[in-house]
């Protein structure tokens, strides 16, 4: 299975706390409004089947729901997982989840969703090739594919690992590994040997004078890409 053990007691430790919007997942709640909206910039939501792969505790899955969509989630965190369901009950918005690896899920699902997201997942297995390869089998032909990730480069070392965990504090020490990070480029060539054709990349900026996130063209740092099935 294409799971990096390490990486998912990180999650499975944070699960109780994943919808704290003041706890270790403050910056995905920050920059959540900001995905939906690129998202849906790029790609009808409303009556459209998504999947969200690396769903976590459900915070895009939620919020695409609320736009319309009929979305799964899929993590291999069922602790985090869990934690989704409960919150969708008490929000009442209506998120399917399930723990499966998302390469088991193209190979019983292949061409089911018009829409499938990859938010902050790639840099956290040991093969994003894979996973890759897998978003682009679910997704029908001519639907869209999102990726979001870091990229690697002496800045976004600086800035998303020294600067986000130690110096800032904005996530936990040890979120990141930087030999993880994967460069546009590397992402690029992953999507067109899967069969998917890149249209767009954003960059996402983080303000430390004024604590606000914001979308860029400057993709040094945190970047997202979309695709369309060919």
């Known amino acids: 299975m294409n799971v990096d053990h390490t990486e998912l007691k990180k999650f ?42 690396g769903c976590g505790g459900g915070i895009l899955a939620e919020a695409l729901a609320r736009e319309g969509a009929e979305v799964t989630g899929v993590d291999l965190s069922e602790k985090a997982l869990k934690v989704a369901e409960l919150h969708g009950l008490d929000s009442d918005v209506s998120v399917r989840y399930e723990c499966v690896a998302v390469e088991a899920l ?26 890759v390869r897998a978003c682009a089998a679910l997704v029908k032909p001519g639907g869209k594919v999102f990726f979001a990730t870091l990229n690697r480069n002496p800045k976004s ?8 965990e130690y110096v800032l504090n904005l996530i936990p020490k040890g979120t990141h590994d930087f030999t993880k990070f994967i ?21 996402l900026h983080y303000n430390p004078l004024t604590g606000k996130h914001a979308l860029t063209d400057n993709t040094d740092v945190n970047y997202m890409m979309v695709c369309t099935k060919n």
Request: aromatic letters at 6%.
């Open 12 to 53: 499975d430790d944070l699960a109780q706390r994943w919808w704290d919007p003041t706890a270790e997942m403050r910056p995905l709640h920050e920059i959540n409004p900001l995905r939906v909206e690129w998202i849906a910039r790029h790609a009808v939501l409303q009556g459209q089947i998504v999947l969200d792969v």
């Open 106 to 131: 193209a190979a019983r699902e292949p061409q089911r969703y018009d829409v499938v997201t990859c938010m902050e997942m790639l840099e956290h297995v040991p093969d994003p090739a894979s996973v």
């Open 157 to 164: 070392f600086l800035f998303a690992i020294v600067g986000a």
């Open 183 to 203: 460069t546009p480029a590397e992402l690029a060539r992953s999507a067109r040997e899967a069969g998917l054709r890149v249209e767009a990349m954003a960059g």
